[in-house]
């Protein structure tokens, strides 16, 4: 008997093993760093160029990524960098959708930069940032509500 019920066991235990659904590695990776609390899955520095040398600039110390021509940095010490980088898209696959916000086509902002928000009577917003470079920064009244919903998490 106990020959019969160590067989059925080991058959239940590839019953249940052929059941699970297999993961990709990347997924796995991403759940144990999400439960470890260890890597980030979003980038933590970016590289810009000063003059002939390369400097890195943690994404906590930036404000606004900036599309005009090219790409720039706003950081919290008022500096703007050129930004290597093909795309607005690119970037936002990069950094944390809960800390930065796709404003419009030109600008990403970061949630810390944002000093007041201004409705306008057609229903789009207006942004003040803390930096002073930077005036106002349009949202169209589409994005306004998404907006309004990802400011007041």
Known sequence: METDQLQAAIEKCRTIRQSKQVYPQVVMD???NRVTGSASPYKQKFIVQVR???MPVSTSEIMAFEKDNLFYIHTRSGEKHILNFESMEDIEEL???NQYYRA?????IHVDSIKT?????NLKLTV???YP???QIDISREKAPLFK???DR
């Open 30 to 32: 991403f759940l144990q």
């Open 52 to 54: 002939n040398q390369w």
């Open 95 to 97: 950094i944390d959708p």
């Open 104 to 108: 419009n086509r030109q600008w990403i």
């Open 117 to 121: 928000v201004k409705q306008l009577d």
């Open 128 to 130: 003040n940032l803390h």
């Open 133 to 135: 470079a930077v005036r």
């Open 149 to 151: 919903k990802w400011l």
